[in-house]
Nanobody
Framework: QWQLAESGGGSVQAGGSLSLSCAAS????????MGWFRQAPGEEREPVAV???????EYVDFVKGRFIITRDNAKSTVYLQMNSLRPEDTAVYYC??????????????WGQGILVTVSS
């Protein structure tokens, strides 16, 4: 069983940046694919980016060139650097783990979610 704990959300103006972190806690180092999903108000959850143990990544089109996903394997931690934020990026962001390296894969573990608000 893995516990995922997100941190770093908050509010920012359009064009600004925020960084999210997610620490995975378990009995061993987390070698699984990790990533981020998000859910905007009134919308369904959608994938944002995923990353493998070997740092292979997949990004959804609407964040390519703006968001960067990285991970620290020794710390079982995944990060999401969000730049050039837009009001439509406003959502609850969820850390996920244990899934195939595909944006249409379903994660096995989910964090509680953290709110990111982008004002115009």
């Amino acid at each position: 069983q893995w516990q995922l704990a997100e941190s770093g959300g908050g509010s920012v103006q359009a064009g600004g940046s925020l960084s999210l972190s997610c620490a995975a806690s378990g009995r061993t180092v987390n070698t699984a694919v990790m990533g981020w999903f998000r859910q905007a108000p009134g919308e369904e959850r959608e994938p944002v980016a995923v990353i493998s143990w070997t740092a292979d990544t997949e990004y959804v089109d609407f964040v390519k060139g703006r968001f960067i996903i990285t991970r620290d394997n020794a710390k079982s931690t995944v990060y999401l650097q969000m730049n050039s934020l837009r009001p439509e990026d406003t959502a609850v962001y969820y850390c996920v783990s244990h899934m195939d390296l595909r944006l249409d894969a379903r994660p096995k573990f989910w964090g509680q979610g953290i709110l990111v608000t982008v004002s115009s």
